[in-house]
Nanobody, 124 residues
């Protein structure tokens, strides 16, 4: 069993920054793939960023160049640095852990455990 606890969400103005953290507790290891997903009201959940066991990252086109995902294996903690935030980034952000594969050059994630989420609100 794995528990994931997100923190760092909040309200900022457009152009601002936030840093999300996800503390993993339980049967985790440095061999797991981790990622961030988000869901806005009335919209489907979408992948934001992921990082695999080799530290290779992958980002949604909408956040490339603005968001950075990192992982501290010693602390079992995942981070998401979000810069140049836009109102369309407003959503509940979830941390997840599981497996990553590559299919036809595209990363495919299979997350088995999720956190409860942290709210990010960006005002214009």
């Amino acid at each position: 069993q794995v528990q994931l606890v997100e923190s760092g969400g909040g309200s900022v103005q457009a152009g601002g920054s936030l840093r999300l953290s996800c503390a993993a507790d339980g049967n985790t290891s440095s061999t797991a793939c981790m990622g961030w997903l988000r869901q806005a009201p009335g919209k489907e959940r979408e992948g934001v960023a992921s990082i695999d066991t080799d530290g290779i990252t992958d980002y949604a086109d909408s956040v490339k160049g603005r968001f950075t995902i990192t992982k501290d294996n010693a602390k079992n903690t995942l981070y998401l640095q979000m810069n140049s935030l836009k109102p369309e980034d407003s959503a509940m952000y979830y941390c997840a852990i599981g497996a990553c594969t590559v299919v036809a050059g595209t990363r495919v994630t299979d997350f088995g455990y999720w956190g409860q989420g942290t709210q990010v609100t960006v005002s214009s």
